[in-house]
């Protein structure tokens, strides 16, 4: 089992959609959760970041963490085709602890919003 | 701010030759700065670790002697990509951690090299 595990998609939407994308992780000592999003031949960019349970909003992204279920969400109301990427989650353990600095990533999703 | 540079964005290069891809945070110190690589339509693959002043640190599989890292200063880091044949042709991205930025964990990646060895 992968430790993280996210949708692969490929995903469409029209313009204007509520777009959902989800990450499942297995380890519980994961406590730093991004969001990247990657255009096609770029390097990835982040969007946004959490390390508590709960919503974090920012503009049309709202972040979505619940520990207990190890599920994680990127929400983004009022998709535009500038939109159309691939999202990429995230998550590390604490710094402090041994293997701290390394992100661990799920596989992405390529995410389409169509006019 | 947060920003991460590559040079070069991309490179052919005859199967054999050895390539150098640079990597400089543009804004802000980092201690740490880390080496991926990516197939087309996967997901960030880690090569290795790499810290200010010492050895590089590499992931299972990656060969250290083919893949040369050096960070010699907070703000430059240099992957060298020995001998190269043409299945090292990939996109490598390199990414800084700011350790001066809350969340400390938080990596800002570079816009990627793309290597094409013939």
């Known amino acids: 089992q992968k430790e993280v595990e996210q949708d692969p998609g490929p995903l469409s939407v029209p313009e204007g959609a509520i777009v959902s994308l989800n990450c499942t992780y297995s380890?519980?000592?994961?406590?730093?959760f991004m969001w990247y999003r990657q255009y096609s031949r770029k390097g990835p960019e982040l969007l946004m970041y959490t390390y508590s349970s709960g919503n974090k909003e920012d503009g049309r992204f709202t972040a979505q963490v619940d520990k207990s279920s190890k599920y994680i969400s990127l929400f983004i109301r009022d998709s535009q085709p500038s939109d159309s990427a691939t999202y990429l989650c995230a998550m590390n353990r604490e710094v402090l602890t041994g293997g701290g600095n390394k992100l661990t990533f799920g596989t992405g999703t390529q995410l389409k919003v169509e006019l | 701010g947060a920003v991460v540079s590559q040079h070069p964005s991309r490179v052919i290069c005859k199967s054999g030759t050895s390539v150098k891809i640079e990597c400089r945070s543009l804004?802000?110190?980092?201690?740490?700065m880390f080496w991926y690589r990516q197939f087309p339509k996967k997901s960030l693959m880690l090569m290795a670790t790499?810290?200010?002043?010492?050895?590089?640190?590499?992931e299972q599989g990656v060969e250290k002697d083919k893949f040369l890292i050096n960070h010699a200063s907070l703000t430059l880091s240099t992957l060298t990509v020995t001998s190269a044949h043409p299945e090292d042709s990939s996109f490598y991205i390199c990414s800084a951690r700011d350790s001066g930025r809350v969340p400390r964990e938080t990596q800002y990646f570079g816009p990627g090299t793309r290597l094409l060895v013939l």
């Open positions: 380890n519980s000592a994961f406590q730093y």
């Open positions: 804004d802000f110190q980092a201690t740490t």
């Open positions: 790499s810290n200010e002043g010492s050895k590089a640190t590499y």
